[in-house]
Protein backbone atom coordinates (compact mmCIF):
# COMPACT_ATOMS: atom_id res chain seq x y z
CA UNK A 1 0.00 0.00 0.00
CA UNK A 2 1.46 3.37 -0.73
CA UNK A 3 1.72 5.73 1.98
CA UNK A 4 1.14 9.36 1.40
CA UNK A 5 2.92 12.10 3.46
CA UNK A 6 2.16 15.68 3.53
CA UNK A 7 3.95 18.83 4.71
CA UNK A 8 3.49 21.10 6.94
CA UNK A 9 0.74 19.53 8.66
CA UNK A 10 -0.31 23.33 9.18
CA UNK A 11 0.59 26.51 7.05
CA UNK A 12 -0.07 30.24 8.16
CA UNK A 13 0.95 32.68 5.91
CA UNK A 14 0.48 36.66 5.14
CA UNK A 15 -1.84 37.18 2.43
CA UNK A 16 0.40 38.05 -0.48
CA UNK A 17 3.26 35.26 0.42
CA UNK A 18 4.49 32.29 -1.96
CA UNK A 19 3.09 29.33 -0.67
CA UNK A 20 4.75 25.50 -0.99
CA UNK A 21 3.10 21.89 0.44
CA UNK A 22 4.84 18.86 -0.43
CA UNK A 23 3.71 15.81 -0.99
CA UNK A 24 5.95 12.46 -1.11
CA UNK A 25 4.65 8.56 -1.72
CA UNK A 26 6.52 5.43 -1.36
CA UNK A 27 5.02 3.20 -4.49
CA UNK A 28 5.65 4.61 -7.57
CA UNK A 29 2.32 5.87 -9.30
CA UNK A 30 0.98 6.95 -12.85
CA UNK A 31 -0.31 10.68 -11.92
CA UNK A 32 -1.02 12.43 -8.62
CA UNK A 33 -3.87 14.73 -7.48
CA UNK A 34 -4.49 17.53 -5.52
CA UNK A 35 -7.38 18.58 -3.56
CA UNK A 36 -8.90 21.64 -1.64
CA UNK A 37 -11.28 21.30 0.69
CA UNK A 38 -13.44 24.14 2.01
CA UNK A 39 -14.19 24.74 5.23
CA UNK A 40 -17.93 23.46 4.39
CA UNK A 41 -16.14 20.29 3.55
CA UNK A 42 -16.81 20.38 -0.49
CA UNK A 43 -13.78 19.16 -2.25
CA UNK A 44 -12.77 20.17 -5.48
CA UNK A 45 -10.25 18.55 -7.99
CA UNK A 46 -7.13 21.00 -8.26
CA UNK A 47 -4.92 18.61 -10.60
CA UNK A 48 -4.18 15.81 -12.21
CA UNK A 49 -0.70 15.30 -12.96
CA UNK A 50 1.56 12.56 -14.48
CA UNK A 51 4.64 14.82 -15.16
CA UNK A 52 6.21 17.93 -14.82
CA UNK A 53 4.56 21.36 -14.54
CA UNK A 54 0.97 22.10 -14.25
CA UNK A 55 -0.63 25.86 -13.44
CA UNK A 56 -3.50 27.01 -13.10
CA UNK A 57 -4.02 30.90 -12.37
CA UNK A 58 -2.09 31.64 -9.71
CA UNK A 59 -1.22 27.61 -8.63
CA UNK A 60 1.03 25.62 -9.79
CA UNK A 61 1.89 21.79 -8.88
CA UNK A 62 5.14 19.75 -10.00
CA UNK A 63 5.63 16.33 -9.60
CA UNK A 64 9.01 13.99 -10.11
CA UNK A 65 8.08 10.85 -10.54
CA UNK A 66 11.47 9.74 -9.80
CA UNK A 67 11.94 11.32 -6.63
CA UNK A 68 8.49 9.70 -6.10
CA UNK A 69 7.64 13.75 -4.87
CA UNK A 70 5.31 16.72 -5.82
CA UNK A 71 4.77 20.05 -4.51
CA UNK A 72 1.64 22.58 -4.63
CA UNK A 73 2.36 26.31 -5.17
CA UNK A 74 0.66 29.23 -4.54
CA UNK A 75 2.04 32.56 -5.83
CA UNK A 76 0.70 35.96 -4.20
CA UNK A 77 -1.72 34.07 -1.74
CA UNK A 78 -5.24 35.32 -0.58
CA UNK A 79 -7.19 35.17 2.12
CA UNK A 80 -9.82 33.05 -0.01
CA UNK A 81 -7.06 30.35 -0.73
CA UNK A 82 -7.02 29.32 2.81
CA UNK A 83 -8.46 25.80 3.25
CA UNK A 84 -7.25 22.05 3.09
CA UNK A 85 -4.75 21.18 0.21
CA UNK A 86 -4.96 17.38 -0.20
CA UNK A 87 -2.61 14.98 -2.12
CA UNK A 88 -4.23 11.21 -3.39
CA UNK A 89 -2.54 9.01 -5.51
CA UNK A 90 -4.16 5.90 -7.33
CA UNK A 91 -2.33 2.67 -7.09
CA UNK A 92 0.94 1.97 -8.88
CA UNK A 93 -1.22 -0.25 -11.58
CA UNK A 94 -4.12 2.17 -11.72
CA UNK A 95 -6.64 1.72 -14.69
CA UNK A 96 -10.66 1.60 -15.05
CA UNK A 97 -11.76 1.16 -11.72
CA UNK A 98 -8.95 1.06 -9.95
CA UNK A 99 -8.29 5.14 -10.26
CA UNK A 100 -10.40 6.75 -7.87
CA UNK A 101 -9.12 3.90 -5.15
CA UNK A 102 -6.53 6.53 -4.04
CA UNK A 103 -4.67 7.13 -0.97
CA UNK A 104 -5.01 9.92 0.83
CA UNK A 105 -2.73 12.55 2.64
CA UNK A 106 -3.31 13.87 5.74
CA UNK A 107 -4.04 17.40 4.67
CA UNK A 108 -1.81 20.41 4.86
CA UNK A 109 -4.08 23.21 6.38
CA UNK A 110 -3.42 26.57 4.75
CA UNK A 111 -4.69 29.75 6.78
CA UNK A 112 -3.68 33.00 4.93
CA UNK A 113 -4.46 36.26 6.52
CA UNK A 114 -4.98 39.61 5.16
CA UNK B 1 -21.85 18.84 -18.76
CA UNK B 2 -21.16 16.35 -15.86
CA UNK B 3 -22.70 17.15 -12.85
CA UNK B 4 -23.04 15.32 -9.36
CA UNK B 5 -25.59 15.35 -6.67
CA UNK B 6 -25.46 14.61 -3.01
CA UNK B 7 -27.84 14.59 -0.39
CA UNK B 8 -28.45 15.11 2.28
CA UNK B 9 -25.66 17.42 2.85
CA UNK B 10 -26.17 17.64 6.59
CA UNK B 11 -27.88 14.63 8.99
CA UNK B 12 -27.90 14.19 12.75
CA UNK B 13 -28.93 10.38 13.43
CA UNK B 14 -29.83 8.44 16.83
CA UNK B 15 -27.45 5.76 17.16
CA UNK B 16 -29.24 2.90 15.66
CA UNK B 17 -31.32 4.40 13.13
CA UNK B 18 -31.06 3.93 9.56
CA UNK B 19 -29.16 5.80 7.21
CA UNK B 20 -29.37 6.24 3.31
CA UNK B 21 -27.02 8.76 1.71
CA UNK B 22 -27.69 9.46 -1.98
CA UNK B 23 -25.58 10.30 -5.14
CA UNK B 24 -26.58 11.02 -8.79
CA UNK B 25 -24.63 11.87 -11.55
CA UNK B 26 -25.16 13.85 -14.67
CA UNK B 27 -24.18 14.51 -18.14
CA UNK B 28 -22.63 10.88 -18.25
CA UNK B 29 -23.17 6.88 -18.81
CA UNK B 30 -21.52 4.02 -17.39
CA UNK B 31 -19.69 6.12 -14.65
CA UNK B 32 -17.38 4.69 -12.21
CA UNK B 33 -18.90 5.58 -8.61
CA UNK B 34 -17.07 6.00 -5.38
CA UNK B 35 -17.80 6.65 -1.70
CA UNK B 36 -14.80 8.09 0.63
CA UNK B 37 -15.82 8.94 4.56
CA UNK B 38 -13.44 11.47 6.20
CA UNK B 39 -13.97 10.84 10.20
CA UNK B 40 -13.38 13.71 12.79
CA UNK B 41 -9.20 14.23 12.12
CA UNK B 42 -8.60 11.65 9.71
CA UNK B 43 -7.69 11.62 6.23
CA UNK B 44 -10.22 10.55 3.77
CA UNK B 45 -10.69 6.75 2.91
CA UNK B 46 -12.80 4.86 -0.12
CA UNK B 47 -15.31 2.52 1.53
CA UNK B 48 -16.96 1.64 -1.33
CA UNK B 49 -16.88 1.80 -5.56
CA UNK B 50 -18.50 0.38 -8.06
CA UNK B 51 -18.29 -0.02 -12.15
CA UNK B 52 -22.10 -0.95 -13.01
CA UNK B 53 -25.60 -1.20 -11.92
CA UNK B 54 -25.60 -4.07 -8.76
CA UNK B 55 -21.56 -3.98 -8.88
CA UNK B 56 -20.25 -2.80 -6.06
CA UNK B 57 -16.86 -3.88 -4.04
CA UNK B 58 -16.00 -3.01 -0.64
CA UNK B 59 -12.50 -1.82 0.64
CA UNK B 60 -12.72 -1.86 4.43
CA UNK B 61 -15.25 -3.85 6.80
CA UNK B 62 -17.78 -1.70 8.22
CA UNK B 63 -21.30 -1.07 9.27
CA UNK B 64 -22.54 0.62 6.08
CA UNK B 65 -23.42 -0.85 2.98
CA UNK B 66 -24.09 0.59 -1.03
CA UNK B 67 -26.52 -0.19 -3.74
CA UNK B 68 -26.25 1.32 -7.43
CA UNK B 69 -30.12 0.31 -8.58
CA UNK B 70 -28.97 2.67 -11.73
CA UNK B 71 -26.34 3.61 -13.85
CA UNK B 72 -25.81 7.26 -12.38
CA UNK B 73 -27.38 6.37 -8.74
CA UNK B 74 -24.82 5.30 -5.91
CA UNK B 75 -26.70 4.43 -2.17
CA UNK B 76 -24.73 4.48 0.81
CA UNK B 77 -26.76 3.03 3.63
CA UNK B 78 -26.88 1.47 7.01
CA UNK B 79 -29.49 -0.31 8.88
CA UNK B 80 -28.44 0.25 12.49
CA UNK B 81 -25.74 3.58 13.01
CA UNK B 82 -23.03 3.42 15.22
CA UNK B 83 -21.25 6.14 17.24
CA UNK B 84 -18.03 5.61 15.05
CA UNK B 85 -20.20 6.39 11.62
CA UNK B 86 -20.29 10.00 12.20
CA UNK B 87 -18.08 12.06 9.59
CA UNK B 88 -17.51 13.42 6.45
CA UNK B 89 -18.77 11.26 3.46
CA UNK B 90 -17.95 12.05 -0.49
CA UNK B 91 -19.27 10.74 -3.38
CA UNK B 92 -17.25 10.98 -7.04
CA UNK B 93 -17.46 9.85 -10.25
CA UNK B 94 -14.65 8.80 -11.97
CA UNK B 95 -13.96 8.64 -16.02
CA UNK B 96 -11.14 9.09 -18.23
CA UNK B 97 -8.51 9.08 -15.52
CA UNK B 98 -10.75 12.26 -13.85
CA UNK B 99 -12.93 12.52 -10.74
CA UNK B 100 -15.41 15.19 -9.56
CA UNK B 101 -16.37 15.17 -6.38
CA UNK B 102 -20.00 16.15 -5.08
CA UNK B 103 -20.12 18.58 -2.21
CA UNK B 104 -20.54 15.91 0.89
CA UNK B 105 -23.00 14.61 3.03
CA UNK B 106 -22.03 15.30 6.79
CA UNK B 107 -23.16 13.13 9.47
CA UNK B 108 -23.67 13.55 12.82
CA UNK B 109 -24.67 10.07 15.14
CA UNK B 110 -25.75 10.45 18.56
Known amino acids: KNEVEQSPQNLTAQEGEFITINCSYSVGISALHWLQQHPGGGIVSLFMLSSGKKKHGRLIATINIQEKHSSLHITASHPRDSAVYICAVPPSNAGGTSYGKLTFGQGTILTVHP | SQTIHQWPATLVQPVGSPLSLECTVE??????LYWYRQAAGRGLQLLFYSVGIGQISSEVPQNLSASRPQDRQFILSSKKLLLSDSGFYLC?????????FGAGSRLTVL
Open chain 2, 92 to 100: AWGAYNVLT
Open chain 2, 27 to 32: GTSNPN
